[in-house]
């Protein structure tokens, strides 16, 4: 398996454009997490989806930010408008999502973005 | 909420030794504590898992202690090596369907 694959991996945008991050779990994985991580707040759980529902967007910080799982292998998450203080890594991972060691998960390379 | 708090930003040690990272939390323990690697430009590896009834795992040159009375885990890496400088990550979590919580990372650097 290729594992998760994010894309793009650098995005670069001005402030104000709608922003869209792509991600393809591990096949036969049911969870999928998104992430965001800056030097500031470290590693932070933006929202995550269990069978392609979302269970917990508590971490999504504005109504700029939705996600989306319209099925088992892939996952929008869209910034519109863009602020610079987006700019950050974005992370998406997936795992079985059950069983102690299915709580494990995998992580893709990140999107690196840039908002001017 | 819980908070998860790692020794230290950075850690440097050389070659050889061993390096013990430690990874503490506040309120009540998980069922599961993790630990991962993350080198730069790249997403966070999973590395072991430990469960609250455990008192300790190995992998190779890895060891992992969870002690819950403590409220720690300690990370080791024995006859260190260059080749693990990285970030290390714990990450906690409460049910096996349950997101889990990561720290923020310890980085450690291995001099020759």
């Known amino acids: 398996d290729a594992g998760v694959i994010q894309s793009p991996r650098h995005e670069v945008t001005e402030m104000g454009q709608e922003v869209t991050l792509r991600c393809k779990p591990i096949s036969g994985h049911n969870s999928l997490f998104w992430y965001r991580q800056t030097m500031m707040r470290g590693l932070e759980l933006l929202i995550y989806?269990?069978?392609?529902?979302?269970?917990?967007d508590s971490g999504m910080p504005e109504d700029r930010f939705s996600a989306k799982m319209p099925n088992a292998s892939f996952s929008t998450l869209k910034i519109q408008p863009s602020e610079p203080r987006d700019s950050a890594v974005y992370f998406c991972?997936?795992?079985f999502g059950q069983g102690a060691d299915k709580n494990i998960q995998y992580f893709g390379a990140g999107t690196r973005l840039s908002v001017l | 909420s819980q908070k998860i708090e790692q020794n230290s930003e950075a850690l440097n040690i050389q070659e050889g030794k061993t390096a013990t990272l430690t990874c503490n939390y506040t309120n009540y323990s998980p069922a599961y504590l993790q630990w991962y690697r993350q080198d730069p430009g790249r997403g966070p590896v999973f590395l072991l898992l430990?469960?609250?009834?455990?008192k300790e795992k190995r992998k190779e040159r890895l060891k992992v202690t969870f002690d819950t009375t403590l409220k720690q885990s300690l990370f080791h890496i024995t006859a260190s090596q260059p080749a693990d400088s990285a970030t290390y990550l714990c990450a906690l979590s409460y049910s096996s369907a349950s997101k889990i919580i990561f720290g923020s990372g310890t980085r450690l650097s291995i001099r020759p």
């Open positions: 430990i469960r609250e009834n455990e």
């Open positions: 989806f269990n069978n392609n529902v979302p269970i917990d």
């Open positions: 991972a997936s795992s």
